[in-house]
């Protein structure tokens, strides 16, 4: 199991910048991702990292805006949303892959943007 806490969320108007952090501990993994979650829908897949390799890949809703990181020394991936919409308003979670699947989450962070 791996134990993911998040942290940065908050209330931003449209157009500005937010970044979330997710601090992991425990055992190994191969990716950390970010999905978020708004009320009456499915948790979607936001941009994940490969741990080792440092290669991303982003949904299309967010590519070019949004940036995902990681630094291996914190233990530390990081999610840099620049330009921020309305429509990117949702709880974000982190999430850990072992073996093709997510199996660890974190506890969600909110994130609001104003318009």
């Known amino acids: 199991q791996v134990t993911l806490v998040e942290s940065g969320g908050g209330l931003v108007q449209a157009g500005g910048s937010l970044r979330l952090s997710c601090a992991f501990s425990?055992?190994?993994?191969?990716?950390a991702g970010w999905f978020r979650q708004t009320p009456g829908h499915e948790r979607e897949f936001v941009a994940d990292?490969?741990?080792?390799?440092?290669?991303?890949y982003y949904a299309d809703s967010v590519n070019d805006r949004f940036t995902i990181s990681r630094d291996k020394t914190r233990n530390t991936a990081y999610l840099q949303m620049n330009r921020l919409k309305p429509d990117d308003t949702a709880v974000y979670y982190c999430?850990?892959?072992?073996?093709?699947?997510?199996?660890?989450w974190g506890q969600g962070t909110q994130v609001t943007v104003s318009s």
């Open positions: 425990g055992r190994v993994f191969s990716h």
């Open positions: 999430a850990a892959m072992w073996d093709g699947s997510w199996d660890s």
């Open positions: 990292i490969n741990w080792l390799a440092g290669s991303t």
